[in-house]
């Protein structure tokens, strides 16, 4: 596509559910990103993809948080049991490979959670 | 510890005035600094990218300084428009970018 797309852009769930936030990256881009910012907070890191592998997942805040990428495309950020402290916008983002190399990341407009 | 401190905090200019908005950076290792813009509700926006060997880069009206022996890195606006109300975060690393807390701009007619 076009731009990075992330799906639900907005989702209300209660305390104790399970949610899962969808990422659909640039074609073509290798690199992709989970950030996490929170009300007046800066991005919080917390995993990123070369294809399919996760080089580093030291961002994920518990055991509860886990993401997977399949195809070198698509990702999935999911959230076990759901507690209010996890409300926060969950931005996704791309690049044609890491960072390193002073590739240009594009960020989706985010999927903002609100738990009740 | 990798950290990205951004002054001010927060700032508020008249259109057409000039404005520089600081970023002091401890990240290890470091490949390049980034400026994003961030509009209310959006995704940041990519401004500019510095290598450890650039000094300076401008994109339009936006121009960012890099000193990597201070590890300090600047972001100059020029002539501000009311669009200019945004965030502007920085953020720097090496295979993930770590980024600051961002300095929130308004633009005031």
């Known amino acids: 596509g076009a731009g990075v797309s992330q799906s639900p852009s907005n989702k209300v769930t209660e305390k104790g559910k399970d949610v899962e936030l969808r990422c659909d990256p640039i074609?073509?881009?290798?690199?992709l990103y989970w950030y996490r910012q929170s009300l007046g907070q800066g991005l919080e890191f917390l995993i990123y993809?070369?294809?399919?592998?996760?080089?580093?997942k030291s961002g994920l805040p518990s055991d509860r948080f886990s993401a997977e990428r399949t195809g070198g495309s698509v990702s999935t950020l999911t959230i076990q049991r759901t507690q209010q402290e996890d409300s926060a916008v969950y931005l996704c983002?791309?690049?044609?490979?890491?960072?390193?190399?002073?590739?240009?990341?594009?960020f989706g407009a985010g999927s903002r959670l609100t738990v009740l | 510890k990798n950290q990205v401190e951004q002054s001010p905090q927060s700032l508020i200019i008249l259109e057409g005035k000039n404005c520089t908005l600081q970023?002091?950076?401890?990240?290890?290792?470091?490949?390049?600094l980034r400026w994003y813009k961030q509009d209310t509700g959006r995704g940041p926006v990519s401004l500019t990218i510095?290598?450890?060997?650039?000094n300076t880069k401008s994109n339009g009206r936006y121009t960012a300084t890099l000193d990597a022996d201070t590890k300090q890195s600047s972001l100059h606006i020029t002539a501000s428009q009311l669009s200019d109300s945004a965030s502007y975060i920085c953020?720097?690393?090496?295979?993930?970018?770590?980024f600051g807390a961002g300095t929130r701009l308004a633009v005031h007619p």
């Open positions: 983002a791309s690049s044609r490979s890491t960072i390193t190399g002073a590739n240009v990341l594009t």
């Open positions: 074609s073509g881009h290798t690199a």
């Open positions: 993809f070369q294809g399919n592998s996760a080089p580093d």
């Open positions: 970023c002091n950076y401890t990240v290890s290792p470091f490949s390049n």
């Open positions: 510095m290598t450890f060997s650039e």
């Open positions: 953020g720097c690393g090496y295979n993930k970018l770590i």
